[in-house]
């Protein structure tokens, strides 16, 4: 089964290697990233802590575990138990340091892991719940003995201990030991309202109490009215209207005929906003980026937040990125009003919004045919020779052998004609070129090797790399041409045929589950013919022949029309017991 399982997964995963493999993550390069004391703030915190990106337990259950400490032997007796203490050690110890970091970073998939503080205190939650358990049960059990002292003490420490946490956080001291003294006394009136074994005021107060701590400092998104409480409350505050319509963006013109993308100045339209206004942009929050395209980011001085995915363009370097984003067909800038570099020419728009659209009237088409290929050698020299251009051009890198095959034959320089005709699907682009010559089209689209299909006018051609991350395919002379890339990824057709295959083998085993089906219901024994009454009801053992059975065959051989032959031993046994029925004293 999970062999079938795996089989009939095999376009998800097998794609997502390939494609892993090629790409470029943040998490390539090795980093380690631990706990710190503001972190175990929050980690017991949790809610009395709004905002803190960490992980966070509750506060009712760090105390119930640190009650657990109390009772070692009832912790030592559950395997259970100490296991998960166990656990919450050394998970808890490695989130905070307890290895080197050069020993993690020097462990498989650990290394590309970054966030250890977050990770591996997050694993700390399942098995920190199994030892507030235990402490939870030993508290109780002292409270039920009447003997409430050691508990007491316990739950008094336990307040002492999380409460020292406060100082070492820039968080409000007043609030945190507020929750803390709630959390104290839900768990105190709780463990001693149960020596009574009944329903007590205090009992109710103490759940009251736990409740408050454990579910209202999450605010549950309410809104007291009272400062002191919703500074400590998690509240949704002020919520943007994602329906509302935005003038600029309207007066962006159609890009079914004319594609074009739309770059940001600073933080407006965050990373991943463009798919929302379905804009077409330069980048994204994605996990998985193209290594090309990264590196000449880098190159033309791009500026790159420490989160890496997150690429910033600042107005004073605008003019030094002009001709990254022209390559890259970046047509319109959306801006603050006072963003808006001196000079640039704004779209008019209908009515008031807080962004303009700058157009780029020298940004490159999405495709362009050229009559010419320059060579360069690396991303430096290639970047350069952009820096000085005027224009739309294309360029082999001489380390690449097979674009440099490609184009021998087609001069250095030449004439450029934009391309026009355009369909847009979610996995294809295609485009139209008219030529007088042969030359080369190149799209302005990120370049992955072997995980596109091109062809030229319905047949099959080799695509490559241009201008260090486009891709291009040679036109063959002049005429009219249809190009078309399509993304078909490397070991697609592997993956179907993985596929074929499990479903073909789940099919067998739902027709061996079948055949098993129907063999085990033929080789039931079927139901006796004298196991029933002459009125119907089941026969019981004192029934006249209630032993006699026409479908087995123990010990004898049944005759042709279903009764025992007189060599039958079952036979025998229902004549004895109809003879001595009927005497005097027979006691069944």
């Known amino acids: 089964g999970g062999i079938v399982a795996v089989l009939l997964a095999a376009p998800h995963w097998l794609i997502f290697l390939g494609t892993l493999g090629r790409s470029y993550t943040l998490y390539d390069t090795p980093q380690v990233q631990l706990a710190n004391w503001p972190a175990l703030v929050g980690y017991v915190l949790g809610g009395a802590v709004p905002g803190l990106p960490v992980t966070s337990a509750n506060p009712l259950v760090v105390m119930a575990a640190l009650c657990a400490l109390a009772y070692p032997r009832r912790l030592a007796a559950s395997g259970v138990g100490l296991g998960a203490a ?12 307890a290895l080197p970091p050069g020993l993690l970073m020097r462990l498989p998939l650990v290394a590309n892991i970054h966030h250890i503080a977050n990770t591996f205190l997050g694993a700390t939650i399942a098995p920190l719940l199994v030892v507030a358990g235990v402490g939870l049960a030993g508290a109780l059990d002292e409270a039920r003995r009447g003997a409430p002292l050691r508990l007491t003490v316990a739950v008094a420490l336990a307040t002492v201990a999380l409460a020292g946490l406060v100082p070492g956080g820039p968080f409000n001291v007043a609030g945190a030991l507020g929750t803390l003294g709630v959390v104290g006394a839900a768990v105190a009136l709780l463990m001693l309202a149960s020596c009574r074994r009944r329903v007590t005021t205090g009992a109710v107060l103490a759940v009251a109490c736990a409740a408050s701590a454990t579910v209202l400092v999450d605010g549950l998104q309410l809104e007291t009215g009272v400062p002191a409480i919703d500074a400590l409350l998690i509240q949704p505050r002020g919520r943007a209207d994602l329906d509302a319509a935005s003038p600029a963006l309207r007066a962006l013109p159609p890009r079914d005929d004319d594609p074009y993308r739309v770059a940001p100045v600073e933080g407006v339209l965050f990373p991943g906003t463009q798919a929302y206004w379905k804009l077409e942009g330069i980048g994204g929050p994605d996990a998985l980026r193209l290594p090309a395209i990264e590196s000449l980011s880098d190159a033309a001085g791009v500026e790159r937040t420490p989160w890496g995915w997150w690429t910033i363009l600042r107005p004073e370097q605008l003019d030094r990125v002009r001709p990254y984003l022209d390559m890259l067909n970046v047509r319109y800038l959306v801006a603050r009003p006072d963003q808006v570099p001196r000079g640039a020419t704004v779209l008019p728009i209908d009515g008031p919004d807080l962004v303009r659209i700058v157009a780029r009237p020298t940004a490159w088409p999405r495709a362009f045919f050229t009559e010419g290929v320059g060579r360069h050698h690396g991303v430096a020299e290639f970047t350069a020779r952009l820096q000085d251009s005027t224009g739309p051009f294309s360029s082999v890198d001489e380390q690449d052998m097979s674009a440099v095959e490609a184009v021998r034959t087609l001069p250095r320089t030449g004439a450029v004609t934009p391309a026009h005709g355009y369909e847009l699907t979610p996995n294809s682009t295609s485009f139209r070129v008219e030529t007088t010559s042969p030359g080369l089209a190149v799209l302005a689209e990120g370049y992955v090797e072997d995980d596109f299909q091109a062809t030229v006018n319905g047949r099959d051609v080799a695509y490559f790399r241009v201008n260090h991350a486009l891709r291009g395919v040679v036109i063959p002379g002049p005429g009219t ?25 789940l099919a067998l085993m739902y027709w061996q589950g079948l055949c098993c089906n129907r063999r085990r219901a033929g080789n039931k024994p079927a139901r006796c013919a004298a196991s029933r009454h002459p009125s119907g009801r089941q026969r019981q053992k004192g029934d006249r022949h209630a032993g006699a059975c026409t479908s087995r065959n123990d010990g004898g051989d049944a005759g042709r029309d279903g009764e025992r032959r007189p060599g039958s031993a079952r036979h025998h046994v229902a004549f004895v017991r109809a003879g001595v029925q009927g005497r005097p004293g027979f006691r069944q």
């Open 86 to 97: 166990l656990a919450v050690a050394g998970l808890g110890g490695v989130a905070f340091g």
């Open 481 to 505: 041409w249809h190009v078309t890339f399509t993304y078909r990824p490397n070991g697609w057709g592997l993956s179907w045929i993985l596929t074929v295959l499990g479903m073909t083998l």
